[in-house]
Nanobody
Framework: QVQLVESGGGSVQAGGSLRLSCRAS????????MGWFRQGPGKEREAVAA????????YYADSVLGRFTISRDNTENTLYLQMNNLEVDDTAVYYC???????????????????????WGQGTQVTVSS
């Protein structure tokens, strides 16, 4: 049974940085799609970034491109989201997502970004103040 546990959320002023972590158990995501999503107050959940862990192919939402970086540590089975130059609009609950279904070795970050993920973490709050 897959479990995803996020950590690293908190409160920060605009322009600051945070790094989110997502530790996975129950499956080794060494050649899989993983991603970060967020849901802001009064907003629908949206994809933020995704990665094909087999080749580190990534894809980002336009709103975070150049500010956020998704990465993973396969030895620790952990996914990260480095968030720099945070903006008030980044305030949201951030969710880690993963899918244990095998994917083709040619899978792109874009394909992972648009995947209907099967497993989700409980979320971690990120609050950015002006």
């Amino acid at each position: 049974q897959v479990q995803l546990v996020e950590s690293g959320g908190g409160s920060v002023q605009a322009g600051g940085s945070l790094r989110l972590s997502c530790r996975a158990s129950g499956h080794t995501f060494s050649s899989s799609c993983m991603g970060w999503f967020r849901q802001g107050p009064g907003k629908e959940r949206e994809a933020v970034a995704a990665i094909y862990t087999g080749a580190d192919r990534t894809y980002y939402a336009d709103s975070v491109l150049g500010r956020f970086t998704i990465s993973r540590d396969n030895t620790e089975n952990t996914l990260y989201l480095q968030m720099n130059n945070l903006e008030v609009d980044d305030t949201a609950v951030y969710y880690c997502a993963a899918d244990p279904r095998p994917v083709n070795s040619g899978t792109t970050g874009w394909l992972c970004f648009n995947l209907d993920f099967s497993d989700w973490g409980q979320g971690t709050q990120v609050t950015v103040s002006s």
